[in-house]
């Protein structure tokens, strides 16, 4: 029976598992109060996947949003957690400027935690304000919502606030907030926090919390604990191939920024790679490019044996040696599983529909070939696919080349291999469509539009920009600025941390 009446629902359905099953694990928590939050962006569409009523929060949103008013039903909290940062240990790191409101259940039954971040400081914030500033928050939105556009597992943004305070970082700058959607916000940090206090039953409770929320295949499996690895591991592997494919360098790889559920978290200094170049680093903290491109598949298998380690008493109580050693198995395994999904992936880019492991030289080739030409990764293999049907895309890819000459022989093997695929060069060059993006968020695009909006509050540039990345494979007429490298004049392109 439906009710005669009808009961304003609340905005937000919220539902607090983490905070539930996991007491200890985190410290209940407010945001600060601020002068005068507005909502700059609004992501409609995944506040529609959310299933959100945004209009039954009394006009009071945008105070939501900045963590300054409570939303019904959230239980706002700062999680802990520890983390390797450049491979030296800190045992607390923790939210130190964020706050999880609490978890939704999307349209399709999916849970995702709803997280602030630069909503104030928190027990957590050690030496910061636990403030966020517009620029680094928008670009955070920016790159999150290309990755999801992209293909790429990732937290998402749903909103960006300004809070109307002025921020001292290098001068003064406008505070805002990212209201962030993720999986979950578990980390391989989140797991090193208990694991560095010998809390062995804390780790074994967000062991079984983290198979339960992301990996309940595993929960019947002989061994959980270690099936839990190996799935992670495989997500990780997966995913790390898919920023190569697209050349993404995170930037900052720490253990409390790689997330359990497999998807790209905490975008600070990352960037998308213009010219190839294998040792890319953008990020200025990072001068002996522990976190360069080309290094991010073997940070991947560090991270993963640091969580290795917080799992072996788990695995093997009584016998650690043997523990370690299954562990150590699946860490090499991982390789192994990276490996595959790189040559898949690279595969369909060069228009193989299944590379075989005899392709991994033919790739290996082309991007010795592109190393050191000043090439743009992006383009190279768009124009690529657009070069076996029509004139105009030869001498577009050639034009690439100072020396056009550096990639004549590759494209004669090239073609012989495609050959083999047996199929129309029309449908192979469709198929390397879909998979080799026209727009990424360029670096000078993405600084020229934050640079307006922090500036002069202009988003018009920012909107503009998330409009184009919104459908990465389409070529749009009059958007043809957003698909060309930078100008001469801009770079090297250096990122900050901690903005
Ligand atoms: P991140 O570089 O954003 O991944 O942050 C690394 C650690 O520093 C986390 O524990 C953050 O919560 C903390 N942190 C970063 N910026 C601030 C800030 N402005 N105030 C307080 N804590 C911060
Ligand atoms: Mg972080």
Redesign the pocket.
């Known amino acids: 029976m439906t009710a005669s009446y009808s009961t304003a629902s609340p905005a937000f359905a919220f539902d607090n598992s983490f905070a539930r099953t996991l007491e200890g694990f985190y410290v209940p928590w407010q945001g600060e109060k601020v002068p005068s939050p507005r909502i700059v962006l609004l992501n409609e569409a995944l506040a529609d996947q959310l299933d959100l009523s945004l209009d039954a929060t009394d006009g009071k949103l945008a105070a939501i949003f900045a963590g300054s008013e409570k939303a019904e039903g959230s239980e706002p909290i700062a999680q802990a957690y520890a983390g390797h940062q450049f491979g030296g240990f800190s045992p607390q ?6 706050l999880l409101l609490g978890e939704l259940l999307d349209r399709e039954g999916q849970r995702f935690d709803i997280q602030l971040k630069g909503s104030g ?1 928190t027990p ?3 030496g ?5 500033v517009l620029g680094p928050v928008l670009r955070e939105y920016i790159m999150g919502e290309a990755m999801h556009a992209l293909g790429i597992p990732t937290t998402r943004a749903l909103a960006a606030v300004t809070t109307g305070e002025e921020i001292r970082r290098q001068g003064l700058k406008p505070g805002a907030v990212l209201v962030r959607v993720a999986a979950s916000h578990i980390r391989v940090g989140t797991f090193q926090f208990f694991a560095a206090r010998g809390a062995w039953d804390e780790v074994s409770k967000l062991a079984d919390y983290t198979i339960a929320r992301h990996y309940p295949e595993v929960m019947t499996a002989g061994n959980r604990y270690l099936a839990l690895f190996e799935a992670v591991a495989r997500r990780q592997a997966e995913l790390i191939a898919r920023w190569m494919q697209i050349g993404f360098v995170h930037g ?1 790889m ?1 253990t ?2 790689m997330a359990l559920s497999g998807e790209t978290i ?1 975008y ?1 200094p990352c960037a998308f790679m213009d010219r190839y170049d294998a040792a890319t680093v953008f990020s200025s903290i990072d001068r002996n490019g522990r976190y360069a491109y080309s290094n991010q598949p073997q940070i991947g298998q560090w991270n993963l044996a640091r969580f290795a380690e917080t799992l072996v008493p788990l695995i093997g109580a009584e016998d650690e040696d043997h523990a370690a050693g299954l562990l150590t198995d699946r860490l090499t395994d991982y390789m192994g599983i990276y490996k595959e999904a790189w040559l898949a992936g690279m595969g369909r880019k060069i228009g193989l529909a299944q590379a075989k492991g005899q392709d991994t030289a033919l790739i290996q080739i082309l991007l010795g070939s592109l190393q050191g030409e000043n090439v743009d990764f992006t383009l190279f293999f768009r124009r690529l696919g657009e070069s076996l049907v029509s004139e105009e895309g030869q001498s577009a890819l050639l034009a690439l080349f100072e020396d056009p000459d550096a990639i004549a022989g590759w494209l004669k093997d090239w073609r012989i291999r495609l050959a083999e695929e047996a199929l129309p060069l029309h449908d192979i060059a469709k198929a390397m469509a879909k998979v080799n993006p026209v727009y990424i968020p360029r670096n000078h695009m993405v600084e020229a539009a934050l640079q307006k909006a922090e500036d002069f509050a202009d988003l018009r540039e920012v909107r503009q920009l998330l409009d184009v990345l919104a459908h990465p494979f389409d070529e749009q007429k009059g958007l043809e600025d957003y698909a060309r490298p930078a100008p001469s004049g801009f770079g090297p392109f250096v990122t900050y ?2 903005t």
Do not use: E
């Open positions: 790191l923790g939210d130190g400027r964020a400081r957590f914030s050690r910061g304000d636990g403030k966020a900052v720490n409390d920024n905490d600070g941390c901690g």
